[in-house]
């Protein structure tokens, strides 16, 4: 069993930069792919970004590619996502989600392929 606890959100002008962290228990997170998730209200929870848990291998949704960065801490058992050049279209509470796998290079990119999730942290960004 894996729990995960997200943190990092709040206000931020566009432009700016924040780092989420998503801080999981359980003695196998390293051998779990992860990912991150947003939703804003009345719209479907979309894909953010992924990692497998070897780490060699991530896969970023088209908009966010080249603003942000997925990483994991295997020591700390937390996975982070460093958000530069924020805008306001990514205004969204954000979620990370845990997949165990046997597969060290393999990621996942849909929310029904995730079996552990977090409890989302706001993030909002002005113009």
């Known amino acids: 069993q894996v729990q995960l606890g997200e943190s990092g959100g709040g206000l931020v002008q566009a432009g700016g930069s924040l780092r989420l962290s998503c801080a999981a228990s359980?003695?196998?997170?390293?051998?779990?792919?992860m990912g991150w998730f947003r939703q804003v209200p009345g719209k479907e929870r979309e894909f953010v970004v992924a990692?497998?848990?070897?780490?060699?291998?991530?896969y970023y949704e088209n908009s966010v590619r080249g603003r942000f960065t997925i990483s994991r801490d295997y020591a700390k058992n937390t996975v982070y996502l460093q958000m530069n050049s924020l805008k306001p279209e990514d205004t969204a509470v954000y979620y990370c989600?845990?997949?165990?796998?046997?597969?060290?290079?393999?990621?996942?990119?849909?929310?029904?392929?995730?079996?552990?999730w977090g409890q989302g942290t706001q993030v909002t960004v002005s113009s």
């Open positions: 359980g003695p196998t997170f390293s051998r779990h792919a």
């Open positions: 990692i497998s848990w070897s780490g060699r291998n991530t």
């Open positions: 989600a845990a997949q165990p796998s046997g597969d060290s290079g393999r990621y996942y990119t849909s929310t029904y392929e995730y079996s552990y």
